[in-house]
């Protein structure tokens, strides 16, 4: 059977990373990895969006790309999808005429069939499979597409759309053939993972999914992402206590910001206190670990008003924090509001928020100092033998730190108690007991 080389980039979000899995997984047994895009026989780049800075990494990545392949006697096939084509279209076809074939995301599901045909491969392509490409420890779990929030500066309903969740049998059947492969931790993924089930009319929501996919053998952690501070009732809260292990008590709640009048000026489900939410989260769940999203310098944000954000960053003690400087999207409604905080503010006040942010989870790491944890191995370290890097239940892969952990029965997919030796800002090391 002909085999296919495909060297692939998929940028920005999990979620795009899943559509990229699914689109190699349903060229089936003929898809072939490339080690580099002069090797391949199509060059596949996922784009994102979202932001300035992703869009302009985005068409980075394919110019660089082109430059690249384009003078190769065996040109490899050039294929681009996802946000960026999505959210400018035709105008991206007109920049960068040198790609063969743009599929926004709703053409993603017969991208593999197109690029079958444009090489002339005579095979069907399987939409049911999925080429899993993070570590054997850990996969994504996307469980709807879209989103039906109007936050004022964002731009992902223009691109992907309303909310649309997937089944929950659906659901159930892809996390029982990943947990079937020996993947012990499965993160939930969405725009919105607490609105899940909405536009289904499925009442048990979240709740009801979470406590399915927890029954599915052999998984060690079920981590849910994206959760909207709006959906996070106290019912839901207490649902997912009864629920229990594999469920983690990990909250990734995207606040954006700690006072309501800025809140409110972003649109969001969820303007009041953000510290109410806070609460809620650590009376049903005590020692749970909290990660949330900040945006610095929103129009109207004055310095009084990013004064409370530091006091906010100072008094919750959350454990994982990432601030990014407000970007005026083309498009969104907060690009036209008045009152535009200067860029170089902006960063500035990134620069602030992260530093208080830094003591605040130097100080977290070094309460585990000594003590016995779980670390499930994601991977070797490139350049020391026998150590490996690894998370515990309350960091998430990419986004939050991670564990260093050396021992016997440290293997890529094992999960390993050991004693914490040392704490850093943002890492841990542990040695196997």
């Known amino acids: 059977m002909e085999k296919i080389s495909i060297f692939t980039r998929s940028l920005g979000c999990p979620k795009n990373l899943v559509d990229t899995e699914k689109i190699l997984g349903a060229l089936g047994s003929i898809y072939q990895p490339a080690t580099s895009p002069s090797a391949s026989r199509v060059v596949l780049i996922n784009t994102c969006a979202f932001i300035t800075p992703a869009v302009e990494e985005s068409l980075e990545v394919i110019f660089s790309t082109w430059e690249e392949i384009k003078d190769l006697e065996n040109r490899p096939l050039l294929v681009v999808t996802g946000c960026l084509v999505s959210r400018y279209g035709r105008e991206l076809h007109a920049q960068i005429p040198e790609t063969d074939i743009f599929a926004t995301i709703k053409d993603q599901k017969s991208l593999p069939a197109l690029i079958l045909k444009k090489l002339g491969v005579k095979q069907q392509a399987n939409s049911l499979d999925r080429r899993i490409s993070t570590p054997r420890s850990y996969a994504y779990l996307k469980i709807s597409e879209g989103c039906s929030n109007r936050c004022s500066f964002c731009t992902i309903p223009s691109i992907r759309g309303r909310l649309r969740s997937r089944k929950p049998d659906q659901v159930l059947e892809e996390a029982s053939i990943l947990a079937d492969r020996g993947i012990q931790e499965l993160i939930i993924v969405a725009q919105d993972s607490t609105a899940y089930g909405r536009d289904l009319g499925y009442g048990p929501g979240l709740a009801g999914l979470v406590r399915k996919l927890s029954s599915i053998q052999g998984l060690k952690r079920l981590r849910v992402m994206y959760m909207y501070p709006s959906g996070l009732s106290l019912r839901l809260l207490e649902a997912l206590a009864e629920t229990g292990p594999p469920f983690i008590p990990y909250f990734d709640v995207p606040f954006q910001h700690s006072h309501p009048s800025i809140l409110k000026r972003m649109g969001r489900p969820f303007s009041e206190d953000p510290r109410i939410i806070i609460a809620r989260i650590r009376r049903v769940f005590p020692g749970a670990a909290i990660r949330t999203t900040l945006i610095a310098g929103f129009p109207g944000e004055t310095q009084e008003l990013f004064s409370h954000l530091q006091q906010f960053v100072r008094d919750s003690r959350i454990q994982h924090l990432g ?64 150590l490996f890097t690894g998370r515990t239940w ?35 090391t542990v040695l196997q007991e």
């Open 323 to 386: 601030v990014f400087p407000f970007h005026p999207e083309e498009g969104s409604r907060a690009a036209g509001f008045p009152e535009q905080v200067p860029q170089k503010v902006r960063l500035s006040r990134v620069r602030k928020i992260m530093n208080l942010q830094r003591a605040v989870s130097r100080a977290y790491l070094k309460s585990f100092q000594g003590k016995l944890v779980d670390v499930l191995v994601d991977s070797a370290h490139s350049e020391w033998p026998g």
């Open 394 to 428: 309350f960091q998430a892969p990419d986004i939050d730190g991670m564990t260093y952990i050396s021992g016997p029965d440290a293997a890529p997919g094992a999960l390993v108690r050991g004693r914490v030796q040392e704490t850093a800002d943002y890492d841990l």
